[in-house]
């Protein structure tokens, strides 16, 4: 079996007006993801997801890993990803180029386990039936009588752990985590993003709310530059983890903050870290150190797929993030879709990833080929035109 193409799909999606959210960044505006599709000889197609620069992403693989990869075997995981890797290594150990690979080697497990019939979970070792998932949202909101009844829906949606973002000013925090925590009930679990808005000082002075709160991990309250911050924060919130890594990349990235102490929880993600093969690396230096793994996931339904497929073989693994902010990536991209029972998701039974996507879905929201990403504030990723000024400042 050769490799015999590689495709790149761009998504975007605007969102109406009405539904648009303020967080750290601005007023997100719509959402991007890609999608990548490695096909063989044989027939057997992969799927793989990237969340990074969609222009970039595109010219990486087109015009460097596809070139390099063309007769290639799918089944020699290891071997495409060190030729990937050795290719990029001089401008991509971070960022778009390791994320690139990362949804190319996603699409080679997805032909390996179709191969062998198997899902991806199983390749890797003994997998939990399901996996515990969190409702990601509760963004920032005008009044905090709205964060109450988003978290109430929340827990309509059988969800038994949310997490909400913070870092907008102190007396808001306060009021939001307390807000939640009410709403929620002492046996769910609540999560807390500082979205890097503290410095170590403001941070201590929000660990006793923190506190009051039963907050379950901290997130990223620093810059990833700051891991001395984080160090520096830690007596001061006994018994809360600290957690990050979605702003990192590759093995080497993480062992940083694994290695370093900067984290208890850390949060590789397969579309962006490098892939299962280098999430996989990843989980095991985090096991060595008694840290745990908890996926990252705003993108897309595939990589929330990837990550399901890691936690569910990995048993220092706690969680998987749901985006709960009316992304279609998330909700329509996929045949069948993905729900939560009783706060767990269960993992698809198919061979490979297991999932099929939504055509419909695909074609809708695909940029098509040659066009730039569209202006606008994607949450993570922002590109600038006078119409949106006011909503992308940051």
Partial sequence: ???????????????????????????CTGRLTTLVKVRTDEGVEGLGSIYSHPDLVRTIIEGQLRPLLMGSDPLEIEACWQRCYALTRWYGRKGAAISALGGIDIALWDIRGKVEGKRICDLIGPARATVPAYASGLLWKREIGELKDEAQRHLEHDFRAVKMRLGKDPDYDRAAVSAVRDTVGAEARLMVDGNARYSVGEARRMAPAWLAGGVFWLEEPFAPEQPEAFRALRPSIPGIPLAAGENEFGRQGFKELIDGGVVEIAQPDCCRCGGLTEALRIASDAAERDVKIAPHTWSDAVALTANMHLVAA?????????????????????????????????????????????????????????????????????????????????
Avoid at 1 to 27: H, Q, S, W
């Fill in 314 to 394: 990995t048993p220092h693994a706690l969680t998987v993030e749901v985006d709960q902010t009316g992304n279609p990536f998330i909700e329509e991209l996929l045949v069948g879709g993905q729900r939560v029972k009783d706060g767990q998701l269960e993992l698809p039974q198919g061979p490979g990833l297991g999932i099929e996507l939504n055509q419909d879905t695909v074609r809708k929201y695909t940029v098509p080929r040659g066009q730039a990403t569209p202006p606008g504030n994607y949450s993570d990723m922002v590109f600038q035109d006078l119409r949106y000024q006011g909503e992308l400042s940051i």
């Fill in 1 to 27: 079996m050769k490799i015999r193409d590689i495709e790149v799909i761009n998504l975007c999606f605007e969102y109406p007006p009405e539904r648009r959210f303020r967080y750290a960044g601005g007023t």
